[in-house]
């Protein structure tokens, strides 16, 4: 996957806040996302990130 920091990734499963999107902080063995909706940020193996990846979006 081409995953790049600064990008917003869309996964399956929604925040409990309700967004769907997360904005990428960190890339490496683990990533680190923001949820563009609340804020929250955490840090997530690379494996789930890529397994569970809908879209990939630039930020605007």
């Given at each position: 996957?081409?995953?790049?920091?600064?990008?917003?990734?869309?996964?399956?499963?929604?925040?409990?806040?309700?967004?769907f999107e997360w904005e990428?902080?960190?890339?490496?063995?683990?990533?680190?996302l923001k949820c563009t909706?609340?804020?929250h940020q955490i840090m997530?193996?690379?494996?789930?990130?890529?397994?569970?990846?809908?879209?990939?979006?630039?930020?605007?």
């Open positions: 996957m081409d995953i790049k920091v600064g990008n917003i990734v869309r996964l399956k499963k929604k925040h409990p806040c309700g967004s990428v902080l960190r890339i490496g063995a683990d990533f680190r909706g609340c804020g997530i193996a690379r494996k789930l990130v890529e397994k569970n990846v809908k879209e990939i979006k630039e930020k605007a």
